[in-house]
């Protein structure tokens, strides 16, 4: 009889234990990483893709309800490139691309603290009914959206983490 419970544990706790050797400490663990996220702002640009990247932002970084200490502004460019052309030269895929520039400024002065750029590439297929083409173009911009927040707010976490503490 095997006893698998154990022989788990044990292999965990010799990861972590060569983990620990190494250096590897979890991004959230830094001490400030986690509130500094919830005290950003969004201020997101006008439009469907401008609103879908500020809700997804919005609901990573959490803010803390109290006032505000980061301004995240954010610029987005979006294009679209017709792929897979049938003989009579209608696309049947498309490629979406989506590039958010964003700044991050403190409330209290208004300079910059941090720019990054983040570019998110994906396709998605073109159907001959106009209404699910309609629909596979948004669900694309949604895709985009939400991994272009995801790629911000990890590239913020790692700046927080950076920061020296007083």
């Given at each position: 009889m095997t006893r698998p419970r154990?022989?788990?544990?044990?292999?965990?706790?010799?990861?972590a234990l060569g983990l620990s050797a190494c250096g590897f400490r979890p991004l959230y663990a830094e001490p400030g990483v986690t509130g500094e996220l919830s005290a950003i702002e969004v201020a997101a640009p006008d439009g469907r893709t401008g609103y879908l990247i500020g809700e997804a932002l919005g609901e990573s970084l959490a803010g803390g309800g109290?006032?505000?200490?980061?301004?995240?502004?954010?610029?987005?460019?979006?294009?679209r490139f017709p792929r897979g052309l049938r003989v009579d030269n209608v696309?049947?895929?498309?490629?979406?691309v989506l590039v958010?520039?964003?700044?991050l400024r403190s409330v209290a002065t208004g300079a910059p603290a941090k720019t990054g750029r983040v570019r998110v590439e994906?396709?998605?297929d073109s159907a001959d009914?106009?209404?699910?083409?309609?629909?596979?173009?948004?669900?694309?911009q949604e895709r985009a959206a939400a991994e272009a927040a995801?790629?911000?707010?990890?590239?913020?976490a790692a700046w927080f983490a950076e920061q020296p503490r007083p």
């Open positions: 154990p022989t788990l544990a044990l292999l965990l706790s010799l990861a109290g006032p505000a200490a980061w301004r995240l502004d954010l610029d987005l460019g979006e294009q696309a049947t895929r498309y490629e979406y958010a520039a964003y700044t994906l396709t998605y009914q106009p209404f699910a083409s309609v629909a596979a173009q948004q669900d694309a995801r790629r911000i707010q990890l590239e913020l």
